[in-house]
C-alpha cells in the first residue's frame, strides 16, 4: 500500500512499518506496545493503520471530549467492532458535553473515574467475547496503564492474553507515568501505588512484550 497518503511524520512513519510486521509470521512480532509522551501521535499511527491495513479486530479506542475552554474534559471507549472506528480522536464542544458514558470526567478541578466502565471493558476484552465468533486478526487495547490496572479483572484479562502462545496480534496504546499524570493519582494509598507500579513493570516485563517508543528523547516509560 502507497504510505503517501498518510499524514505521518517520521517516528510514526517507523511504527507504521513494525504493526504490518505483526502479520509476518517469520518477524515474530506478535504483540506490539507503544509509548511516548501525550501527543506524540500513538493513537493517531494506530488509527491510520487500522484504516489502511483493513484487519479484522476486537477491542476499543478512547475518545477525548473536551469543552472550548478546557474547563469540561471527558474520556470515552468505543468497542470495535461493535462501533465505527472514530474519524477524530478528540472532539470539542462550545458549550458543555453530551451526556455520554465516560470512564473519566473532569470539571474544573473535579475528577471521576468511573471503575464500573472498566469492569465492562474487562467483560469485552475477555477470550469468551473474543472467541465468541471468528476470531479477530487483532486486538487494540487503546490506552493501558494508569489506575485502571488497580481492577483485578481488567488486569487479569491482559494478562490472560499476554500469556496466550496461540493468540491474535495484540497493540497496546500504552500510558507514560510522569509528573503529571501521577498528581493526578494522588488520591491512591501508598499500597495502591504500589499495586499500580507493580503490574505496569509486569506487563513491560512481559516476553511476549515489544516496546516502541515515539519520543525523540531517551525517557523512562
Same mark, same amino acid.
Given at each position: 500500500?502507497?504510505?503517501?497518503?498518510?499524514?505521518?511524520?517520521? +517516528?510514526?512513519? =517507523?511504527?507504521?512499518?513494525?504493526?504490518?510486521?505483526? /502479520?509476518?509470521?517469520?518477524?515474530?512480532?506478535?504483540?506490539?506496545?507503544?509509548?511516548?509522551?501525550?501527543?506524540?501521535?500513538?493513537?493517531?499511527? *494506530?488509527?491510520?493503520?487500522?484504516?489502511?491495513?483493513?484487519?479484522?479486530?476486537?477491542? @476499543?479506542?478512547?475518545? !477525548?471530549?473536551? +469543552?472550548?475552554?478546557?474547563?469540561?474534559?471527558?474520556?470515552?471507549?468505543?468497542?470495535?467492532? =461493535?462501533?465505527?472506528?472514530?474519524?477524530?480522536?478528540?472532539?470539542?464542544?462550545?458549550?458543555?458535553?453530551?451526556?455520554?458514558?465516560? /470512564?473519566?470526567?473532569? *470539571?474544573?478541578?473535579?475528577? *471521576?473515574?468511573? !471503575?464500573?466502565?472498566?469492569?465492562?471493558?474487562?467483560?469485552?476484552?475477555?477470550?469468551?467475547?473474543?472467541?465468541?465468533?471468528?476470531?479477530?486478526?487483532?486486538?487494540?487495547?487503546?490506552?493501558?496503564?494508569?489506575?485502571?490496572?488497580?481492577?483485578?479483572?481488567?488486569?487479569?484479562?491482559?494478562? @490472560?492474553?499476554?500469556?496466550?502462545?496461540?493468540?491474535?496480534?495484540?497493540?497496546? *496504546?500504552?500510558?507514560?507515568?510522569? !509528573?503529571?499524570?501521577?498528581? !493526578?493519582?494522588?488520591?491512591?494509598?501508598?499500597?495502591?501505588?504500589?499495586?499500580?507500579?507493580?503490574?505496569?513493570?509486569?506487563?513491560?516485563?512481559?516476553? +511476549?512484550?515489544?516496546?516502541?517508543?515515539?519520543?525523540?528523547? =531517551?525517557?523512562?516509560?
Amino acid at each position: 500500500m502507497s504510505k503517501r497518503q498518510l499524514k505521518l511524520f517520521g +517516528s510514526q512513519m =517507523e511504527i507504521y512499518a513494525h504493526l504490518e510486521k505483526m /502479520f509476518h509470521p517469520e518477524a515474530g512480532l506478535n504483540t506490539v506496545l507503544l509509548t511516548g509522551k501525550s501527543g506524540a501521535g500513538k493513537s493517531t499511527v *494506530v488509527q491510520e493503520f487500522l484504516r489502511e491495513f483493513g484487519v479484522s479486530i476486537h477491542g @476499543y479506542t478512547t475518545v !477525548r471530549h473536551r +469543552s472550548v475552554s478546557r474547563q469540561e474534559v471527558a474520556f470515552q471507549h468505543i468497542y470495535l467492532p =461493535e462501533s465505527a472506528t472514530p474519524p477524530a480522536l478528540t472532539i470539542e464542544y462550545p458549550n458543555h458535553l453530551p451526556d455520554l458514558e465516560y /470512564f473519566l470526567r473532569r *470539571v474544573k478541578d473535579r475528577v *471521576v473515574f468511573d !471503575r464500573a466502565a472498566f469492569l465492562k471493558l474487562a467483560d469485552y476484552m475477555s477470550p469468551q467475547q473474543v472467541f465468541r465468533n471468528k476470531t479477530p486478526e487483532l486486538m487494540l487495547w487503546d490506552e493501558l496503564g494508569g489506575e485502571e490496572l488497580l481492577i483485578d479483572h481488567l488486569f487479569e484479562t491482559v494478562k @490472560y492474553w499476554l500469556d496466550l502462545n496461540e493468540k491474535p496480534a495484540q497493540i497496546i *496504546v500504552w500510558k507514560k507515568q510522569f !509528573r503529571r499524570s501521577k498528581l !493526578r493519582l494522588a488520591h491512591l494509598t501508598a499500597e495502591e501505588e504500589d499495586i499500580l507500579e507493580l503490574r505496569r513493570q509486569e506487563i513491560l516485563s512481559h516476553p +511476549s512484550i515489544h516496546i516502541h517508543d515515539l519520543d525523540c528523547e =531517551e525517557s523512562e516509560i
